[in-house]
């Protein structure tokens, strides 16, 4: 089964800082996902990708298949940020489900 | 369509009890899945459900713990004789992809469980 590192588990910035957040998994997959979830709980997806590189807005995602290794960049951080960042990917094993990292907690300060 | 719906999104219990949640997926995904999430943890997978059929399930779901979609729409999760150890949020998904960890995936918000 696939396992899951993110990195690092606790990050603080100061407003407009570039934020980078890594995600590293054990065993070859074709897509891995990237989550945020806000302290209500909620999980809201904010990509899926499967080779290169994805953007939207302020938010690009990587992935080396290669190295199985994956990063979340935000530019110009704002507060509004502030959440926690989980990587999360296909367990494998004939398992339908996902494995997910134990997630980033990112806290922007004005 | 709203998305994925979860009820209650809180719950608090005594010890022993028994607890019910509901999750109402998006109408057209044939996919769901329950996940646990414990404090300062990643999510953990409990069960999964194409269309009615409940195809897999972890050995975190003790025999306690039982998942039923009937008609596969919405999908009901059961907690008998609830313990502390079971206080997490319960998370529901769901995707409408034929090999699902490659589709996108929906989450609800959650039901937060708090057994006292």
């Known amino acids: 089964k696939n396992e899951v590192e993110q990195s690092p588990q606790n990050l603080t910035a100061q407003e407009g800082e570039f934020i980078t957040i890594n995600c590293s998994y054990s065993?070859?997959?074709?897509?891995l996902h990237w989550l945020q979830q806000h302290p209500g709980g909620g999980i809201v997806s904010l990509f899926m990708?499967?080779?290169g590189k994805k953007k939207h807005g302020r938010l690009i995602a990587t992935i080396n298949i290669q190295e199985k290794h994956s990063s979340l960049h935000i530019t110009a951080s704002h507060p509004r940020d502030s959440a926690v960042y989980i990587c999360?990917?296909?367990?494998?094993?004939?398992?339908?489900?996902?494995?997910f990292g134990k997630g980033t907690h990112l806290i922007i300060q004005p | 369509d709203t998305g994925v719906s979860q009820n209650p999104r809180h719950k608090i219990t005594k010890r022993g009890q028994n607890v019910t949640f509901r999750c109402d997926p998006i109408?057209?995904?044939?996919?769901l899945y329950w996940y646990r999430q414990t404090l300062g943890q990643g999510p953990e997978f409990l069960t999964y459900?194409?269309?009615?059929?409940?195809?897999?399930k972890s050995r975190l779901l003790s025999d306690r713990f039982s998942a039923e979609r009937p008609k596969g729409s919405f999908s009901t999760l059961e907690i008998q004789r609830t313990e502390q150890g079971d206080s997490a949020m319960y998370l529901c998904?769901?995707?409408?992809?034929?090999?699902?960890?490659?589709?996108?995936?929906?989450f609800g918000s959650g039901t937060r469980l708090t057994v006292v």
């Open positions: 998904a769901s995707s409408g992809g034929g090999i699902a960890a490659n589709y996108g995936y929906t």
């Open positions: 065993v070859g997959i074709s897509a």
């Open positions: 990708l499967s080779s």
């Open positions: 999360a990917v296909p367990s494998g094993g004939g398992a339908d489900g996902l494995t």
């Open positions: 109408s057209e995904h044939n996919r």
């Open positions: 459900f194409q269309n009615e059929a409940q195809l897999e």
